[in-house]
Nanobody, 124 residues
Framework: QVQLVESGGGLVQAGGSLRLSCTAS????????MAWFRQAPGKEREFVAA????????YYADSVKGRFTISRDNAKNTVYLQMNSLKPDDTAAYYC?????????????????WGQGTQVTVSS
């Protein structure tokens, strides 16, 4: 099993920045993938970004490319999501997800491990 704990959400004005953290524990695979998803009220959960532990390769949704950066600290088993130039449309609950394989997957159902989520609210 893998346990994931997110932190760093909050309320920010449009154009502002936030950094989310996700710390993993348990049976973490050094060849695995970590990802961020988000879900707004009444909408489906959508992919935001993913990163591989082993080489740091990343993949982003078009909607956040150039504004968000995913990174990892292998020593701390922690993945970060730096969010800049935030927009009201970025308002959602943000979830950290993990998989023990190394593919940069964008479909939520392919990730077996999930955190509890952290709320991000961007005011206009």
């Amino acid at each position: 099993q893998v346990q994931l704990v997110e932190s760093g959400g909050g309320l920010v004005q449009a154009g502002g920045s936030l950094r989310l953290s996700c710390t993993a524990s348990g049976r973490i695979s050094s060849s695995g993938t970590m990802a961020w998803f988000r879900q707004a009220p009444g909408k489906e959960r959508e992919f935001v970004a993913a990163i591989r532990w082993i080489d740091g390769n990343t993949y982003y949704a078009d909607s956040v490319k150039g504004r968000f950066t995913i990174s990892r600290d292998n020593a701390k088993n922690t993945v970060y999501l730096q969010m800049n130039s935030l927009k009201p449309d970025d308002t959602a609950a943000y979830y950290c997800a993990a998989d023990r394989a190394g593919a940069l997957m964008t479909m939520a159902y392919l990730y077996p491990y999930w955190g509890q989520g952290t709320q991000v609210t961007v005011s206009s």
